[in-house]
Structure formats: structure tokens, C-alpha cells
């Protein structure tokens, strides 16, 4: 149950992260003075800004308060922002009131969305450990970056569906079905969350949040100098430079960049190539889950950052002609995220996922996801200016720049721990606290009446 309640509420991320895709497309199309390139990467950044807050806070929490905790909270966090911006409005008919409305609740549910980066995936991959572990890095794929990527399939599938039954003529009513859709999901698997058992690993290794006179906290310099070098490799292939500085922007303006280069900017067929655009880049997370064991996890990180590199330079360099022939110009186009897909998409949660031990795997997953998501945001503010005075184009280039900085910083930083036992990790760690002269307890109770697995305690004292 747990690595379903990880895998169908990542669902709706997905289709939150995705939503502004086509939203981009109906308000230019609605409110074409009012809804500036400002607005709309104010609009789009909002929701980045509080997946930044909700990482790294949610993920504290989740290594803190336990994993079933931060789930839930952040379930109810998506549940009413996305209700905000359904019934968003501005003061007096306000179209301004109206992108301010869509700026606080998109940033509410940034926030829940965020938070569910470190709760489910370190969920996952602790479930995914006890039950299959030689399988874990594919179920890992499977229940996470797979079902994040269909969202984006999703999203375009229910705007078209809408579109269809509504028209083009009611498009202020396409728009707010779209996010009332957004509602919907998170409340399918609220249920399941509250029935949801927290992972055995966790209830062994787990710091406990109230320690007894003259016991220590979270060791986090400890910490740090145990796991710097997997820090800047996690949190540097995921920073401002790499992944998400440039391909999350691709992801949200890809709706614009295929409107631009369709003649008149007709919107159901700019959903209908962006809906081929996500089918072409889904399977990219499939051959990843393949690869991950056989490769290794580092290996298949660095071929993906290669066929984004080589297909952001195709396109880039011949843009002008490319897109000229639209069905090759997408192809090209899904290629470049497909690979995307198969090594930053897939590894870079698993690798987070899999390099900390228990006890601090929220909190460290959380920060890497918070600087990727950091760079989304810078991304997304500078997409406009670079379209604007450099080309289009030159999205593409500096994408396939950032997949160079990509191959080095995953062959020199990011670890490799495929086939590795995480409960061996959670061994050492808790050894090397004890060398250090850390003095705590370690071991959480939660779940321990429904369970039929008890509960371990550990002491640390100095030796």
C-alpha cells in the first residue's frame, strides 16, 4: 500500500506540474493585453517558489515527524490550492485580481506538490527495499518518475476532452474545469494515505524528534561531512545549471513553443502535437528503468544527459528549418525530453533517493529537489528574455550546454548504489555517528498497533 499511495498521488503532481502548459495558451488567447510574458512566468514561477518551500520544509518533517505524516499534509496542501485556483477571481471582475488569485494558490499548491518530492519518494524507495530489492531502482522508476511524466499526457488529454465538449467559444470554462480536475485527483488517494503503514526502515533508523535530557538532535554537520560529495552531486545534477534549469521551462512553455510555430496558433491543434510531444518522451522513462540496473545508475544518468545534449543541439542549430516541418520538429523535440526522461528524469530521484541513509534521506532528498527546483524557477524567469533576444532557439542550445556540465558532474560526484542494501547504508551511518561521539536515540514507534512488524530501538551513547 505504501508504494501505491506514493506512486497514485505523484499522479497528481504530474498533472499539477502540466497544467499550465495548455493554461498558458487559453489565458493568452482570453486575455491578450492583460496576460503579459510577466504574468505568465509570475503565473508559472509561483507554483515553483512553493515546490522550493515545500521540499526542503516537507522533507525536514518527513525524516522528523514520519513519512505518513508529510503525506498527508501535503495532500491536503495540493487539495486546497488547487480548489483556490479553480474558484480563483479578481475584486470587482479584476483580470489582474484574477492572475494575483492564480499566483497564491498555484503557490499554495507548489507547496504540496513540492513536499511530495521527499514524503513519497523516500516512501518508495524504503518500501521498494523491503519488498523487492533487486528490483528496487525499476519499481522506484515505475511508481515515481512515471506516473510524474504521465501527468504531463494527462493533462493535455483532459484539455482536449474539455475543449471538445465545451468549445472554443467558452474557454474562461475549459480552463477552470481543467484545474477542478487538479482537485479531484489528490482526493482519490487520501484515503489510502491515512491507512498507510510507515516503512519498516524508517521505525528502526529514525532519529526521534523528542530526545531525553543530555541526548542530541539530528548531527547535521556530521552529516555533511559524511555526504558532501553526494550532495554536490545530487544537488548540483539537479541545480540551476542541469535538469531543471532548462527542461522544466521547455516542459511548461512547450505548449508556447509549439503554438509559435503552428500557422495561426490554433489551440486543439497546439493540445493535439503537444499531446504527441508527451507520448514521443514517455518511453524514455521505461528504457531508464531497464538500463538502471544493467548500467548502473550513473551510467544511464550520463546517457541521457547525452541524447539531450545531442538532440538540444539539432534543434537548436537548425530551428529555423526544423520547425518549417512540424511532425519532425516534434519528433526531435520529444527525442530531446524522451532522453531527458531515460537519465536525469528517472535517476535523479533514485540516486537522492538511495545515497543517504534513513534517518536523513527526507531532509537531503528534499534540499536536492529544492536547488533543481531553484533552477526551474531562475529557468523559467529567463525563458522569456532569452526567446526575446536571443531566439528561440537558443533555448534548445543552452539546454544541450547544460547536458555537457551534466555528464561531469554525474561521472565525478553523483554515487552509484545499485543492487546496495539501503538498510547496509543505515548501518554505517548510525557507526559512524557513534565514532563521532553523537549521543541519541534512534527509532520510531509509529504504526506500531496496526503493525505486525514491531518497532526497533537503538541507543547511541559515546563511546
Given at each position: 500500500?505504501?508504494?501505491?499511495?506514493?506512486?497514485?498521488?505523484?499522479?497528481?503532481?504530474?498533472?499539477?506540474?502540466?497544467?499550465?502548459?495548455?493554461?498558458?495558451?487559453?489565458?493568452?488567447?482570453?486575455?491578450?493585453?492583460?496576460?503579459?510574458?510577466?504574468?505568465?512566468?509570475?503565473?508559472?514561477?509561483?507554483?515553483?517558489?512553493?515546490?522550493?518551500?515545500?521540499?526542503?520544509?516537507?522533507?525536514?518533517?518527513c525524516d522528523r515527524i514520519g513519512r505518513k505524516a508529510a503525506l498527508v499534509a501535503t495532500t491536503l496542501l495540493i487539495i486546497v490550492g488547487a480548489t483556490i485556483g479553480t474558484a480563483a477571481n479578481g475584486a470587482h471582475g479584476s483580470v489582474q485580481g484574477l492572475f494575483w488569485c492564480l499566483t497564491v494558490a498555484r503557490g499554495i499548491?507548489?507547496?504540496?506538490?513540492?513536499?511530495?518530492?521527499?514524503?513519497?519518494?523516500?516512501?518508495?524507495?524504503?518500501?521498494?527495499?523491503?519488498?523487492?530489492?533487486?528490483?528496487?531502482?525499476?519499481?522506484?522508476?515505475?511508481?515515481?518518475?512515471?506516473?510524474?511524466?504521465?501527468?504531463?499526457?494527462?493533462?493535455?488529454?483532459?484539455?482536449?476532452?474539455?475543449?471538445?465538449?465545451?468549445?472554443?467559444?467558452?474557454?474562461?470554462?475549459?480552463?477552470?474545469?481543467?484545474?477542478?480536475?487538479?482537485?479531484?485527483?489528490?482526493?482519490?488517494?487520501?484515503?489510502?494515505?491515512?491507512?498507510?503503514?510507515?516503512?519498516?526502515?524508517?521505525?528502526?533508523?529514525?532519529?526521534?524528534?523528542?530526545?531525553?535530557?543530555?541526548?542530541?538532535?539530528?548531527?547535521?554537520?556530521?552529516?555533511?561531512?559524511?555526504?558532501?560529495?553526494?550532495?554536490?552531486?545530487?544537488?548540483?545534477?539537479?541545480?540551476?545549471?542541469?535538469?531543471?534549469?532548462?527542461?522544466?521551462?521547455?516542459?511548461?512553455?512547450?505548449?508556447?513553443?509549439?503554438?509559435?510555430?503552428?500557422?495561426?496558433?490554433?489551440?486543439?491543434?497546439?493540445?493535439?502535437?503537444?499531446?504527441?510531444?508527451?507520448?514521443?518522451?514517455?518511453?524514455?522513462?521505461?528504457?531508464?528503468?531497464?538500463?538502471?540496473?544493467?548500467?548502473?545508475?550513473?551510467?544511464?544518468?550520463?546517457?541521457?544527459?547525452?541524447?539531450?545534449?545531442?538532440?538540444?543541439?539539432?534543434?537548436?542549430?537548425?530551428?529555423?528549418?526544423?520547425?518549417?516541418?512540424?511532425?519532425?520538429?516534434?519528433?526531435?523535440?520529444?527525442?530531446?525530453?524522451?532522453?531527458?526522461?531515460?537519465?536525469?528524469?528517472?535517476?535523479?530521484?533514485?540516486?537522492?533517493?538511495?545515497?543517504?541513509?534513513?534517518?536523513?534521506?527526507?531532509?537531503?532528498?528534499?534540499?536536492?529537489?529544492?536547488?533543481?527546483?531553484?533552477?526551474?524557477?531562475?529557468?523559467?524567469?529567463?525563458?522569456?528574455p532569452i526567446q526575446t533576444n536571443l531566439g528561440k532557439k537558443w533555448t534548445f542550445i543552452i539546454a544541450a550546454i547544460c547536458g555537457v556540465t551534466g555528464i561531469l558532474v554525474t561521472y565525478f560526484f553523483v554515487p552509484d548504489m545499485t543492487g546496495v542494501d539501503l538498510a547496509d547504508e543505515d548501518e554505517k551511518f548510525l557507526e559512524?555517528?557513534?565514532?563521532?561521539?553523537?549521543?541519541?536515540?534512534?527509532?520510531?514507534?509509529?504504526?506500531?498497533?496496526?503493525?505486525?512488524?514491531?518497532?526497533?530501538?537503538?541507543?547511541?551513547?559515546?563511546?
Open positions: 500500500m505504501t508504494i501505491a499511495a506514493a506512486a497514485f498521488g505523484l499522479i497528481s503532481d504530474g498533472y499539477q506540474n502540466n497544467l499550465m502548459t495548455m493554461s498558458n495558451v487559453v489565458f493568452k488567447k482570453l486575455y491578450p493585453k492583460e496576460y503579459t510574458p510577466d504574468v505568465s512566468t509570475r503565473v508559472s514561477n509561483s507554483l515553483l517558489v512553493g515546490a522550493v518551500l515545500g521540499q526542503i520544509s516537507v522533507g525536514l518533517l499548491t507548489g507547496v504540496g506538490v513540492g513536499g511530495e518530492y521527499p514524503a513519497s519518494s523516500t516512501s518508495a524507495s524504503e518500501a521498494a527495499n523491503e519488498k523487492v530489492l533487486k528490483q528496487r531502482g525499476p519499481v522506484f522508476i515505475m511508481v515515481t518518475n512515471f506516473v510524474l511524466s504521465f501527468g504531463g499526457p494527462l493533462a493535455v488529454s483532459v484539455f482536449l476532452i474539455v475543449l471538445s465538449a465545451a468549445g472554443e467559444n467558452h474557454l474562461s470554462t475549459v480552463w477552470r474545469v481543467c484545474f477542478g480536475i487538479g482537485v479531484l485527483l489528490p482526493m482519490t488517494v487520501f484515503y489510502f494515505r491515512m491507512r498507510m503503514l510507515t516503512t519498516q526502515l524508517f521505525r528502526k533508523a529514525a532519529i526521534k524528534s523528542e530526545c531525553s535530557v543530555g541526548l542530541e538532535h539530528v548531527p547535521y554537520w556530521l552529516v555533511v561531512k559524511r555526504y558532501w560529495k553526494s550532495m554536490i552531486g545530487t544537488c548540483g545534477a539537479w541545480s540551476v545549471f542541469l535538469k531543471q534549469s532548462v527542461t522544466f521551462p521547455n516542459g511548461v512553455f512547450s505548449g508556447t513553443i509549439i503554438s509559435s510555430v503552428i500557422k495561426d496558433g490554433d489551440i486543439k491543434a497546439t493540445a493535439e502535437w503537444q499531446l504527441l510531444l508527451g507520448a514521443i518522451a514517455l518511453p524514455g522513462v521505461f528504457v531508464g528503468a531497464l538500463l538502471c540496473n544493467r548500467l548502473g545508475r550513473r551510467n544511464t544518468m550520463i546517457l541521457g544527459f547525452s541524447g539531450y545534449l545531442v538532440f538540444g543541439l539539432i534543434i537548436g542549430v537548425a530551428y529555423d528549418k526544423i520547425t518549417k516541418i512540424i511532425p519532425l520538429f516534434i519528433i526531435f523535440y520529444g527525442l530531446m525530453q524522451s532522453f531527458g526522461n531515460l537519465g536525469p528524469g528517472d535517476m535523479l530521484g533514485l540516486v537522492s533517493a538511495e545515497s543517504y541513509a534513513t534517518p536523513v534521506r527526507g531532509t537531503c532528498y528534499g534540499l536536492s529537489a529544492a536547488i533543481g527546483k531553484t533552477g526551474a524557477a531562475v529557468g523559467t524567469q529567463a525563458f522569456t559512524y555517528l557513534k565514532d563521532n561521539g553523537w549521543r541519541g536515540d534512534v527509532g520510531d514507534d509509529e504504526d506500531a498497533v496496526v503493525d505486525d512488524l514491531s518497532s526497533e530501538e537503538v541507543a547511541i551513547e559515546k563511546a
